[in-house]
């Protein structure tokens, strides 16, 4: 059993940036997938990021943030962390931690029922 626990979250305006942790108990997390996933007010949960177990590190993004947001692992403090710079208003919402133990592919890597474990999200308000 995993237990993932997310912090950095809060308000900042546009243009800012705020670094995202998930830090893992239970369990060394080091070789699974991480997945950052977010959810704005009235709408669906949608992928962010991850980093994929077993891959050597390889990353993967959303369209949306690209060159903005910046996935890492630190292994000996077992956690992952989220740097999201040059923030937009459409950033906001709850940020999600989640992971699984399997190497995802690339096709399925952005979809929530892959990953068996939660945290309970860390707020992120972005003002114009």
């Known amino acids: 059993q995993v237990q993932l626990v997310e912090s950095g979250g809060g308000l900042v305006q546009a243009g800012g940036s705020l670094r995202l942790s998930c830090a893992a108990s239970?369990?060394?997390?080091?070789?699974?997938?991480v997945g950052w996933f977010r959810q704005a007010p009235g709408k669906e949960r949608e992928f962010v990021s991850a980093?994929?177990?077993?891959?050597?590190?390889?990353?993967i993004y959303a369209d949306s943030v690209k060159g903005r947001f910046t996935i890492s692992r630190d292994n000996i403090k077992n956690t992952v962390n989220l740097q999201m710079n040059s923030l937009k208003p459409e950033d906001t919402g709850v940020y999600y931690c989640?992971?699984?133990?399997?190497?995802?592919?690339?096709?399925?890597?952005?979809?929530?029922?892959?990953?068996?474990?939660w945290g309970q999200g860390t707020r992120v308000t972005v003002s114009s």
């Open positions: 989640a992971s699984t133990p399997a190497a995802l592919e690339d096709t399925t890597v952005s979809f929530a029922h892959e990953y068996s474990y």
């Open positions: 239970g369990r060394t997390f080091s070789r699974y997938t």
């Open positions: 980093t994929i177990g077993w891959s050597g590190g390889r990353t």
